[in-house]
């Protein structure tokens, strides 16, 4: 599977951004589907993953109960709806997909190019 994602930008803290993530392949509804972000100088990091039923979802605890994983299969495309955005929450966000179900970044096989979320204070 191919994955693009979009909706990144510049937002004031407090605000909103919904990032998407496209995907080719006629698989796309048997895929795990996470999203991952990584700051300047640091690590990439576990942001939220969703099951292929769009039943189960799983949230880092810096963004629980501020960020909602959803997907929609007929679309092909998995989206991040962010809300109350910190500045820490300033970095390249990348989606990513796996047949496996995984929270670590070396877990997931498929990678969109990503797409940079700048909050300002």
């Known amino acids: 599977v191919q994955l693009q994602a979009s909706g990144g930008g510049l937002v004031e803290a407090g605000g909103s951004l919904r990032l998407s993530c496209a995907a080719s392949?006629?698989?796309?509804?048997?895929?795990?589907l996470g999203w991952f972000r990584q700051a300047p100088g640091k690590a990439r990091e576990f942001v939220a993953r969703i099951s292929w039923s769009g039943g189960s979802t799983y949230y880092a605890d810096s963004v629980s109960g501020r960020f909602t994983i959803f997907r929609d299969n007929a679309k092909n495309t998995v989206y991040l709806q962010m809300n109350s955005l910190k500045p820490e929450d300033t970095a390249v966000y990348y989606c990513?997909?796996?047949?496996?179900?995984?929270?670590?970044?070396?877990?997931?096989?498929?990678w969109g190019q990503g797409t940079l979320v700048t909050v300002s204070s």
């Open positions: 392949g006629r698989t796309f509804s048997i895929y795990f």
């Open positions: 990513a997909a796996d047949y496996n179900d995984g929270l670590g970044y070396d877990e997931y096989d498929y």
